[in-house]
């Protein structure tokens, strides 16, 4: 019989974590012991279980996959960490692979893709999609920070600060503070000429 691989999932988006386990549960030889919504609860199923692999999403109540991902390899060094979901975009990889990250695929990936990349990752190897690595290559290093990106990707349609603020669970005046400081730092004369700059750049 083959070694069961073990792993934990940290997706505050219920339905998707749901799907996740189930997916990967289909699998002989994979073996979902924990979920948890939130860093907090991922850090201490990690600490408690000391899985092979921390399947992680970026975008959480409390905090963000790459931070949990450091307090993971520092509560269970053995964990290897596979970041999955609907924010792929290179300065998200880099910082990924900073943090020693070893997969990193989009939600849009296959039940095959995803199970075969928790055997990589099981294994010590890289797991990366590899348009998105691609994209990383020819995109150049990102100013933005994760928030800043997220809050400019919100506003690319031309939503409003009030719109943006609920799609991003931010108080009104933070997602102005974002923004304006996305401004600054891509040079541009408003949001919409900044979110159409970081697009261009694969930074959104």
């Given at each position: ?33 924990g979920e948890a919504s939130s860093c907090a609860e991922g850090e201490e199923l990690a600490q408690r279980l000391q899985p092979q692999v921390a399947l992680l999403d970026l975008q959480m109540p409390d905090g963000d996959g790459l931070e949990l ?136």
């Amino acid at each position: 019989m083959t070694e069961r691989i073990t792993v934990i999932l940290v997706d505050d988006e219920h339905l998707i974590r749901s799907a996740l386990a189930t997916m990967l549960s289909l699998e002989e030889d994979l073996d979902v012991v924990g979920e948890a919504s939130s860093c907090a609860e991922g850090e201490e199923l990690a600490q408690r279980l000391q899985p092979q692999v921390a399947l992680l999403d970026l975008q959480m109540p409390d905090g963000d996959g790459l931070e949990l991902a450091r307090r993971v390899a520092a509560v269970s060094p053995a964990t290897r960490v596979l970041v999955v979901t609907s924010h792929a975009r290179p300065g998200y990889l880099k910082r990924a692979l900073a943090e020693g990250v070893l997969g990193f695929l989009p939600k849009t990936a296959a039940a095959g893709e995803l199970a075969a990349a928790v055997r990589t990752v099981a294994a010590g190897r890289r797991a990366i999609d590899p348009e998105l690595a691609a994209e990383t290559i020819s995109s150049g290093d990102s100013p933005l920070t994760p928030r800043e990106a997220d809050v400019l990707e919100y506003a690319a349609d031309g939503a409003p600060v009030d719109q943006i603020a609920r799609r991003a669970h931010l108080a009104e005046g933070t997602v102005r503070n974002y923004l304006s400081s996305a401004q600054a730092k891509l040079q541009a004369a408003n949001r919409h000429e900044a979110a159409a700059i970081a697009r261009r750049h694969g930074w959104i």
